[in-house]
Nanobody, 116 residues
Framework: QVQLVESGGGLVQPGGSLRLSCAAS????????MSWYRQAPEKERELVAT????????SYADSVKGRFTISRDNAKNTVYLQMNSLKPEDTAVYYC?????????WGQGTQVTVSS
């Protein structure tokens, strides 16, 4: 069955870094657009970053531009989110998604907490 399993979240101090991973299985990963979303308590879900199927195109929310980098390894069926210069307002549950014209799949999420 389809699975998206995020990992790499945790507690980090402001200014620190984390690298999230999302391992995919059960579908043809290389044919899907991959994205990271986040949702903080009592806030709307926000699209953080998206990467094209072959990895040559990326887009970012203004709030993370220049600090976060999305990448993918189609040989490993994995998408990554490198997060640098983290701020308390980056605290949220981070979800990866896989999307094509027929389906959208979501992972279960991983908590990122930025606090001193």
């Amino acid at each position: 069955q389809v699975q998206l399993v995020e990992s790499g979240g945790g507690l980090v101090q402001p200014g620190g870094s984390l690298r999230l991973s999302c391992a995919a299985s059960g579908f043809t990963f290389r044919l899907y657009l991959m994205s990271w979303y986040r949702q903080a308590p009592e806030k709307e879900r926000e699209l953080v970053a998206t990467i094209s199927i072959n990895g040559d195109g990326t887009s970012y929310a203004d709030s993370v531009k220049g600090r976060f980098t999305i990448s993918r390894d189609n040989a490993k069926n994995t998408v990554y989110l490198q997060m640098n210069s983290l701020k308390p307002e980056d605290t949220a549950v981070y979800y990866c998604t896989a999307r094509n014209i027929f389906n959208t799949y979501w992972g279960q999420g991983t908590q990122v907490t930025v606090s001193s």
